[in-house]
């Protein structure tokens, strides 16, 4: 995966990356099957993720261009969700067109309440729920 990762990132953001210059962020406009590239998954000659050294912004039209220039201060501090509660554990689904999500259950997901406090760590004024606190409706 990070080989590949590292193969696509020579491909697109090598040959232009000396043209960034300084800039920390990244604004992308991604056409037909670019769409489907996690830009920030790519792996660079140094082999850190492109997340690590740049903010990347995904425009879908000019108009976002218009949005990106206000700055709304956010009205809430961070939340972090991790390590939701789904019930009990979960049951294989036969693959269908239509499946009714009521009647299906989670598995948990191991490894995101470290995940969460490490993310805490970066952002102290983050709020943190995990497990029977990660609703939806703690997060509406």
């Given at each position: 995966?990070?080989?590949?990762?590292?193969?696509?990132?020579?491909?697109?953001?090598?040959?232009?990356?000396?043209?960034?210059g300084?800039?920390?962020?990244?604004?992308?406009?991604?056409?037909?099957?670019?769409?489907?590239?996690?830009?920030?998954?790519?792996?660079?000659?140094?082999?850190?993720?492109?997340?690590?050294?740049y903010?990347?912004?995904?425009?879908?039209?000019?108009?976002?261009?218009?949005?990106?220039?206000?700055?709304?201060?956010?009205?809430?501090?961070?939340?972090?969700?991790?390590?939701?509660?789904?019930?009990?554990?979960?049951?294989?689904?036969?693959?269908?067109?239509?499946?009714?999500?009521?009647?299906?259950?989670?598995?948990?997901?191991?490894?995101?309440?470290?995940?969460?406090?490490?993310?805490?760590?970066?952002?102290?004024?983050?709020?943190?729920?995990?497990?029977?606190?990660?609703?939806?409706?703690?997060?509406k």
């Amino acid at each position: 995966m990070q080989k590949s990762a590292r193969q696509l990132d020579e491909i697109l953001m090598q040959p232009i990356r000396q043209l960034l210059g300084n800039t920390k962020t990244i604004l992308l406009s991604p056409d037909a099957a670019l769409n489907l590239i996690p830009f920030e998954a790519l792996v660079d000659e140094n082999n850190q993720y492109l997340v690590e050294n740049y903010h990347i912004t995904y425009l879908t039209s000019g108009r976002d261009l218009l949005r990106l220039k206000d700055k709304f201060a956010s009205q809430q501090s961070p939340l972090i969700v991790a390590d939701p509660f789904y019930g009990k554990a979960g049951e294989k689904v036969a693959l269908t067109r239509s499946i009714d999500l009521s009647e299906f259950t989670f598995p948990g997901l191991p490894g995101t309440e470290e995940e969460a406090k490490a993310i805490k760590n970066i952002l102290p004024q983050a709020t943190v729920l995990t497990g029977s606190q990660a609703t939806e409706n703690a997060v509406k």
